[in-house]
């Protein structure tokens, strides 16, 4: 698999899990930041609808192909994804390449408290890997600065931010410039599962694709949000068949290695909103 796959005017990187651990790893040990997301089907529809957010999903280093959704939807076009990356489980491979080494990381998000608890339980389960650093998702304008401050002092070379999209996306584009970290990451609610407070479902769900629906089954009002992806793959159908013939062409890319890696463009200037609610972002559709 290679390549970029462009559903909707999101481009995605095309590669296996194991791939694109390997890309993330290539960043990490680069002297360029990255800007990593991992987009869903609800998140490639709000981007639709908010043109600042789709630009910012067009300037990243990667987009993870997070949902299954993406998956189907890729198949309405010439460059098909064979398997979904899940964004939590690529975070905790990366983990894995990270420990016993001088690489660092940093946790931003999540109600008061998770990411300290993620920090105390990732560095127990992968002894050696040092977080170096957490912040909650809950900031006003100064403690923001605060939170800047406080990355670029401890310099850690990955830096996750879980505060729901497209805050997340919005706010790494924004400060990516002037923080001292090599890649950041949009992790939505993964430090709530890394922390133990969301229980991610049985491996059963997950080889099966349906992670998704055993969240449903555990949160019934998710059910509004679940019903996006019949919406999203109508939408997709349309613009293959009705709209976009030949499809729009990926942004240029320059080949590291045996990986195409987006070339970051533009910075951001537009202010992020004050995080009230961090949202999940983790096994979605």
Not at 133 to 148: H, P, V
Not at 256 to 274: A, L, S, V
Request: with cysteine; proline share 6%; charged share 30%.
């Amino acid at each position: 698999m290679s390549g970029i796959c462009n559903i909707l005017g999101v481009p995605f990187n095309n590669m296996s899990p194991v791939e694109t651990v390997e890309l993330l790893n290539v960043y990490l040990s680069g002297d360029t930041k990255a800007a990593v997301y991992t987009p869903n089907p609800e998140m490639v529809m709000a981007a639709l609808k908010d043109p600042e957010f789709m630009e910012v999903l067009n300037n990243s280093a990667a987009n993870l192909p997070d949902g299954i959704g993406i998956v189907y939807a890729s198949r309405f076009t010439e460059n098909r994804i064979e398997e979904r990356v899940p964004g939590c489980d690529t975070v905790l491979n990366l983990f894995d390449k990270m420990k016993n080494s001088k690489k660092t990381a940093y946790f931003f998000g999540g109600a008061p408290g998770v990411a300290e608890k993620a920090k105390e339980e990732m560095e127990k389960r992968f002894k050696g890997l040092s977080v170096v650093g957490t912040a909650d998702g809950y900031f006003d304008e100064e403690k923001e600065q605060q939170i800047i401050a406080d990355i670029n002092e401890k310099k850690p070379d990955l830096l996750l931010v879980g505060i729901g999209f497209p805050k997340q996306e919005k706010w790494i584009a924004k400060h990516l410039d002037e923080l001292n970290v090599k890649v950041a990451i949009g992790v939505g609610g993964s430090l709530d599962v890394f922390s133990g407070t969301v229980k991610r479902a049985p491996k059963a769900f997950i080889d099966l694709n349906l992670e998704w629906f055993y969240r449903l089954l555990c949160q019934p009002s998710r059910i509004g949000r679940m019903m996006q992806l019949p919406v999203f793959m109508v939408t997709v159908i349309k613009d293959r068949y009705f709209k976009n013939k030949g499809g729009e062409k990926p942004k240029k890319t320059v080949k590291i290695k045996n990986y195409k890696i987006k070339i970051r463009k533009k910075k951001h200037t537009d202010k992020p909103e004050q995080q009230e609610q961090p949202s999940e972002n983790t096994n979605e559709i």
